[in-house]
């Protein structure tokens, strides 16, 4: 470790030091040889850090402040729908009787649970047109997987034997990772001049092999497919299911649902429409939901109403099986449900306008100084470029990306979808105020102004934040994954 | 209206900017047809207060384990949780943050993962770790399709001492990639060695074992390793609890080359099962096979040390249908509160822990043998899980002592049809010895 380097929690460690209050055994000492072989025993002990707790809570502390978050500023990541997290969710997802629930209490001592998953999927399926809900897969890429495989389910239970999966080209990459995974070969059809799937490509691309068209709507352009049943029209008159990729559901709630745009299979992912924090990464938490012919095929148990309570049914002969142990990630179906029950219909219509404002706001604010390839209404999102610039300085994207953290800025995802070039693709969300997306358009604007008068300070950016640009073909071309404890050097 | 911070006069100015009169206006593109022309029919909405007293009365109707001393396991475990743990990781700046894609403002999450990756390794006596995966049991699917992918064979020989919905879930993952599991029966809740051996050849490969396995028994890895690899065949190992590495053998020492386990214990709360932390390690030379984000150590423009996501040519983003997996959301947060509470316990915690937990569930064990009408089930030594053989169906049982305040275990009859008067029950070091007295004298009472 370097002088100016932050340390790790190892290079704190102290021989000796410790942070934890463990009591000794209660019970009479038996010597451990008996209980557990030697031979099976471990050797040396882990090299574990050795620190006291107010060292832990100072590193970490620390750590934090070393870290970006919707808590801090604006997170304008596109297609990730970075908004508050409400403090609520937190407050009631920390109640003993859900944190400190055995996932294998018997069904009537858990039924406040089950009651909880049962009338979330019951306001979800009302407000995304369908007919059924497993809440099993662990975050939206894993709902694809488990939506896919019950495709595959039930054309087997009819005798069909289909091979492909249609994406377009702005897809996520989970959707072909998905189908993928799912045993299916991906065909990709791309987009048309106003940023839709081009039908007649698609057209060309059905048959009676295909399985599925996976779509993003609105799509990752941030543009609503303005052809959406006539796609699920085509789909569905070659057999095939239409699959909707939900992680853009923030723009639709209560203006159109998903069931009635002729959507058989979809994911909602509750960490970002349903305001539950993305933890750095996760956890997430998915519902997917089904039209009703898919509902045999619906993961292991399906929670269901039985008159006033609520049960776990178990006997479903054509089920897929398990993605997961247990029943999904609960604690975020918590937060998930505060948040439908703080808002109600009217709340969340509220919440696709003004994500939908907010975004066609800054889309204009922009226009001006950045390119806007498909410039119509957008939805909650919208895709700029960083051509002009590239072109006039050979400032990219990325570099643009750097200088907004100088100005106190998360980035916009960058390089995505990967058929604009230069691609900022930015999400303001309902939640940021007026005032905020001024100042990010304001230093968007300068930044534009920059990379004219001065383009190295965008091309050697960050210069504020805690660390400059890190090299990443290093990390990648030299691959260091843990930390190694240095050979002891002599004392004295 | 709630969370949004738009006034009126806010929203005018900024429909004037956009050249619309209405928001109305901003769904034009948006066909009549699939148009909503009613109102949403959901439930109406809570104020703060009404909504923490609905939510509250929802969380009561729950027998948690603060209400029921909980005896329960079978890979969701009641282990102390030092408050540190969750008043740091529930600080703003880790629990709101993306996927640290812009690492120079993210160095808090990603430092976090590397110590991760390297606490993982420790306990576990492996190479690489990544940055997590769903659960113990999703992350053992993934392991048996890096085994797929590594070996080109596809043959996977799983023992039934693997925890059931571990076993359902590899099921699942495979069933679609053409993939054949051979489950092994157990023998008086271990793995014997020798049915494992016949039921490996040249097409498998991997065998797939849990540690302590899902009956609470300690299996012998090292030999049932030695079996794998002679025939070419990875050794993957799973775990319900790693903390039962602070006393046995880790994986790496007894030849596992993909470790699979649940991340749970390592201070995650029950939350009735989900989050948990799914965990996944194996050898250096396997990492391009492995599916999901890594941190890695790197320098910035000025040499000073920093940390990226890394290999991402790996991954879903990039490779898009070709990658090793399509994980893109993992168990972050649930990965930083293991890292919080492996610190807090260091090498000298996670040995007490486990010793607590064996020693206690021993002396109940020796307890529940000598009760006139129940017996153990299986020789053999356990860690912190045993079978209970019971006079009455395991299920009554439960129902039984959860009227005198105790969560009794698991009845094994649903997993396993002919266990149907067994029961599996957990003792961590969270039990106290006179919750057990207490729970021995239930017990008695309802024989």
């Known amino acids: 470790m370097k002088e100016r380097d932050f340390p790790l929690i190892f290079e704190r460690s102290t021989p000796g030091r410790r942070a934890h209050g463990l009591p000794e055994a209660d019970v009479p000492e038996v010597p451990l040889g008996s209980l557990v072989p030697t031979e099976v025993q471990r050797k040396a002990p882990p090299a574990l850090p050795e620190v006291s707790e107010l060292e832990v809570v100072r590193h970490f502390t620390l750590l934090s402040h070393r870290n970006f978050s919707v808590d801090q500023g604006f997170v304008p990541l596109g297609s990730c729908t970075m908004k508050y997290n409400p403090k609520v969710h937190e407050e009631v997802a920390r109640y003993e009787g859900f944190s400190r629930l055995h996932p294998y209490t018997p069904e009537e001592l858990v039924q406040g649970a089950l009651r909880l998953m049962g009338e979330l999927g019951e306001e979800l399926q009302e407000l995304t047109g369908m007919d059924a809900v497993t809440f099993q897969?662990?975050?939206?890429?894993?709902?694809?997987?488990?939506?896919?495989?019950?495709?595959?389910?039930?054309?087997?239970?009819?005798?069909?034997?289909?091979?492909?999966?249609?994406?377009?080209?702005?897809?996520?990459?989970?959707n072909p990772a998905s189908a993928r995974m799912a045993g299916y070969q991906v065909v990709t059809v791309p987009s048309d001049g106003r940023g839709n799937m081009d039908l007649r490509r698609l057209e060309a691309a059905l048959g009676p092999e295909v399985a599925a068209v996976m779509l993003t709507n609105p799509n990752t352009l941030g543009l609503f497919e303005e052809h959406v049943d006539r796609i699920a029209e085509l789909a569905h008159a070659h057999g095939a299911q239409m699959y909707l990729d939900g992680a853009n559901l923030n723009a639709m709630l209560g203006i159109t649902r998903p069931g009635d745009q002729g959507f058989d299979v979809m994911h909602a992912n509750l960490h970002k429409t349903f305001s539950t924090p993305h933890g750095g990464g996760g956890p997430g938490a998915c519902a997917l939901l089904v039209k009703r012919h898919l509902e045999p095929f619906l993961p292991l148990p399906v929670v269901r109403r039985v008159g006033d309570r609520y049960a776990l049914d178990w006997d479903r002969p054509h089920s897929i099986g398990r993605v997961r142990a247990f029943y999904g990630n609960f604690g975020n179906l918590v937060r998930a449900y505060a948040y439908l029950r703080a808002l109600g219909a009217e709340g969340l219509r509220a919440v696709a306008e003004h994500a939908v404002l907010h975004a066609n706001y800054l889309r204009v604010r922009l226009a001006p100084c950045y390119e806007i390839p498909y410039s119509r209404v957008c939805k909650h999102e919208f895709v700029a470029s960083g051509i002009r610039q590239k072109r006039r300085s050979g400032v990219t994207a990325k570099d643009i990306a750097k200088r907004l953290l100088d100005y106190g800025f998360h980035a916009p995802t960058v390089y995505f979808p990967l058929i604009v070039e230069e691609a900022l693709m930015i999400e303001p969300t309902e939640t940021e105020s007026l005032q905020v997306l001024d100042a990010f358009a304001e230093a968007m604007i300068a930044i534009d102004r920059e990379s004219q008068e001065n383009p190295e300070v965008l091309k050697t950016a960050p210069h504020t934040t805690p660390v400059r640009r890190l090299d990443e073909v290093r990390a990648a071309r030299y691959p260091n994954l843990r930390w190694e404890p240095e050979p002891r050097r002599c004392m004295g | 209206m709630r969370y949004i911070p738009t006034t009126p006069e806010e929203r005018a100015h900024m429909l004037r900017t956009i050249g619309v009169r209405s928001l109305e206006d901003l769904f034009a593109d948006i066909p009549e047809r699939v148009r909503l022309q009613r109102p949403l029919r959901l439930r109406p909405p809570l104020s703060d207060p009404d909504l923490l007293r609905s939510f509250r009365a929802l969380a009561d109707e729950n027998a948690h384990a603060g209400r029921l001393v909980c005896f329960a396991g079978a890979g969701a475990y009641d282990h102390f949780i030092p408050p540190a743990v969750w008043q740091l990781a529930s600080r703003g700046e880790f629990l709101t943050a993306y996927t640290p894609y812009q690492p120079e403002v993210s160095q808090g999450a990603l430092q976090a993962g590397y110590e991760y990756q390297t606490m993982v390794c420790e306990l576990l006596s492996m190479e690489v770790a990544n940055a997590s995966l769903y659960d113990g049991a999703s992350a053992l699917a993934e392991a048996v399709g890096m085994a797929r992918d590594l070996t080109q064979r596809n043959r996977v020989v799983v023992s039934t001492a693997v925890h059931p919905e571990y076993r359902q879930v590899v099921r699942t993952y495979t069933a679609s990639l053409g993939v054949e599991v051979v489950e092994v029966p157990h023998r008086e809740g271990r793995t014997p060695v020798e049915t494992v051996a016949r039921a490996v050849d040249e097409r498998t490969a991997a065998v797939v074992v849990q540690q302590p396995n899902f009956f609470g028994g300690i299996e012998d890895p090292q030999t049932l390793g030695e079996v794998a690899h002679r025939?070419?065949?990875?050794?993957?190992?799973?775990?319900?609890?790693?903390?039962?590495?602070?006393?046995?053998?880790?994986?790496?020492?007894?030849?596992?080359?993909?470790?699979?386990?649940?991340?749970?214990?390592?201070?995650?709360?029950?939350?009735?099962?989900?989050?948990?932390?799914?965990?996944?390690?194996?050898?250096?030379?396997?990492?391009?096979?492995?599916?999901?984000?890594?941190?890695?150590?790197?320098?910035?423009?000025?040499?000073?040390?920093?940390?990226?996501?890394?290999?991402?040519?790996?991954?879903?983003?990039?490779?898009?249908?070709?990658?090793?997996?399509?994980?893109?959301?993992?168990?972050?947060?649930?990965?930083?509160?293991?890292?919080?509470?492996?610190?807090?316990?260091?090498?000298?915690?996670?040995?007490?822990?486990?010793?607590?937990?064996?020693?206690?569930?021993?002396?109940?064990?020796?307890?529940?043998?000598?009760?006139?009408?129940?017996?153990?089930?299986?020789?053999?030594?356990?860690?912190?899980?045993?079978?209970?053989?019971?006079?009455?169906?395991?299920?009554?049982?439960?129902?039984?002592?959860?009227?005198?305040?105790?969560?009794?275990?698991?009845?094994?009859?649903?997993?396993?049809?002919?266990?149907?008067?067994?029961?599996?029950?957990?003792?961590?070091?969270?039990?106290?010895?006179?919750?057990?007295?207490?729970?021995?004298?239930?017990?008695?009472?309802?024989?």
């Open chain 1, 137 to 174: 897969p662990a975050a939206g890429a894993q709902g694809e997987f488990v939506g896919l495989l019950m495709i595959r389910a039930y054309f087997a239970r009819r005798g069909e034997e289909r091979t492909k999966v249609i994406v377009p080209d702005s897809a996520h990459g989970t």
């Open chain 2, 231 to 447: 025939a070419g065949a990875l050794f993957v190992l799973a775990s319900a609890d790693p903390l039962a590495f602070g006393l046995l053998a880790p994986p790496g020492e007894v030849g596992a080359d993909v470790v699979a386990a649940e991340g749970q214990p390592l201070g995650n709360p029950l939350n009735f099962g989900g989050p948990s932390l799914g965990i996944l390690a194996t050898r250096m030379s396997f990492v391009r096979r492995m599916p999901g984000r890594l941190v890695g150590a790197t320098v910035d423009a000025e040499g000073r040390r920093g940390f990226v996501l890394t290999l991402q040519t790996r991954e879903q983003h990039i490779r898009r249908e070709k990658a090793t997996s399509n994980i893109c959301t993992n168990e972050f947060l649930n990965a930083l509160a293991a890292t919080l509470y492996l610190s807090l316990l260091g090498p000298d915690g996670v040995r007490r822990v486990a010793e607590l937990c064996v020693r206690k569930a021993h002396y109940l064990k020796e307890r529940v043998a000598s009760l006139p009408g129940y017996a153990i089930a299986f020789p053999g030594p356990t860690f912190h899980e045993f079978v209970v053989r019971t006079p009455r169906p395991a299920e009554e049982i439960v129902r039984a002592l959860a009227e005198e305040g105790f969560l009794a275990g698991v009845p094994l009859g649903r997993f396993h049809p002919e266990l149907g008067d067994d029961l599996l029950v957990c003792v961590t070091e969270s039990r106290t010895r006179e919750e057990m007295d207490r729970f021995v004298e239930a017990l008695r009472q309802v024989a």
